[in-house]
């Protein structure tokens, strides 16, 4: 079942495949990365100082497209780098 959320942003196959797999019970499990992406990638255009991953707001998912098995930690990490990246490069 894939993430019913829209993304405006989207990591590709490759970057996904990056991601470390994880599976902690209440820590990010069958959350779907791609949204765990955009939250960081808001945030670090925003160029907020406290950051915070909203794991609650992360659309359910167990679709390989939305990063299944993999750290919703660090697809949240990597979005807010991108951010940072592309508010200094605007």
Known sequence: MPCANHHIRTLNENELSNLTRHQMHDHGRHKCCQCAYNQ???????????????????????????????????????????????????
Request: net charge negative; charged share 20%.
């Open 40 to 90: 960081g990638y808001e945030q670090g255009f925003q160029l907020r100082e406290t950051v915070t991953l909203d794991i609650n707001a992360l659309g359910d998912s167990q679709s390989d497209a939305d990063g299944r098995h993999k750290s919703v930690h660090q697809a949240f990490a990597l979005g807010y780098s991108h951010g940072i990246r592309d508010f200094i490069n605007q």
